[in-house]
T-cell receptor, first 114, second 115 residues
Framework: DTEVTQTPKHLVMGMTNKKSLKCEQH?????MYWYKQKAKKPPELMFV???????INESVPSRFSPECPNSSLLNLHLHALQPEDSALYLC?????????????FGEGSRLTVL | AQSVTQLDSHVSVSEGTPVLLRCNYS??????LFWYVQHPNKGLQLLLK??????LVKGINGFEAEFKKSETSFHLTKPSAHMSDAAEYFC?????????????FGKGTRLSVIA
């Protein structure tokens, strides 16, 4: 069982909707990540939070808005998305941003934008 | 900048035969290297990692990889494939310019196992 929990597992939304993806970990990790993965492609980094502060933003469009309310939670707020934003969104965590260690991934939220 | 090249987009083996998934890396620094596996509609799971200790690294489910600096390679092997090994495999190198955490993924190799 994964120790990173993502909800919802599936989400269908229209281009005018506002929705949120949620991610939770209780491993005491201080770095959390959002990745986007299109079919048959590797994950693409979107955002990195370290100690609840945004550390890396890979020039993601503003219609994606991350939020880290506390060290265990990471949200991704979605607004005015486009059909090409349909993908698997993966959350991950690691012990620390500065230590070369493994990432723990959730099972993802599969997003379909109509 | 760090990068990884997975030399095969698809590998097909028969059950019980050896598996070899190839990865070459490019890094200006002493790299940390990882192999992750992704089963269909699932997240990624770490198979094994190299972080400058022993060059032969053993991972879960019978997989291992050898770090060869002279060849800039980190190939993944398993002596005998199982049906459950069918999945997508990603070779990953850490990006030390941005904090050491693995951020650079290869394009992936899809492993098929034939009964």
């Amino acid at each position: 069982d994964t120790e990173v929990t993502q909800t919802p597992k599936h989400l269908v939304m229209g281009m005018t909707n506002k929705k949120s993806l949620k991610c939770e970990q209780h491993m005491g990790h201080r770095a959390m990540y959002w990745y986007k993965q299109k079919a048959k492609k590797p994950p693409e980094l979107m955002f990195v939070y370290s100690y609840e502060k945004l550390s890396i933003n890979e020039s993601v469009p503003s219609r994606f808005s991350p939020e880290c309310p506390n060290s265990s939670l990471l949200n991704l707020h979605l607004h005015a998305l486009q059909p090409e934003d349909s993908a698997l969104y993966l959350c991950a965590s690691s012990q620390d941003l500065g230590v070369p260690g493994e990432l723990f991934f959730g099972e993802g939220s599969r997003l379909t934008v109509l | 900048a760090q990068s990884v090249t997975q030399l095969d987009s698809h590998v097909s083996v028969s059950e019980g035969t050896p598996v070899l998934l190839r990865c070459n890396y490019s890094s200006s620094y002493s790299p940390s290297l990882f192999w992750y596996v992704q089963h269909p509609n699932k997240g990624l799971q770490l198979l094994l990692k190299y972080t400058s200790a022993a060059t032969l690294v053993k991972g879960i489910n019978g997989f291992e990889a050898e770090f060869k600096k002279s060849e800039t390679s980190f190939h993944l092997t398993k002596p005998s494939a199982h049906m459950s090994d069918a999945a997508e495999y990603f070779c990953v190198v850490s990006d030390r310019l941005r904090g050491n955490t693995p951020l650079v993924f290869g394009k992936g190799t899809r492993l098929s196992v034939i009964a």
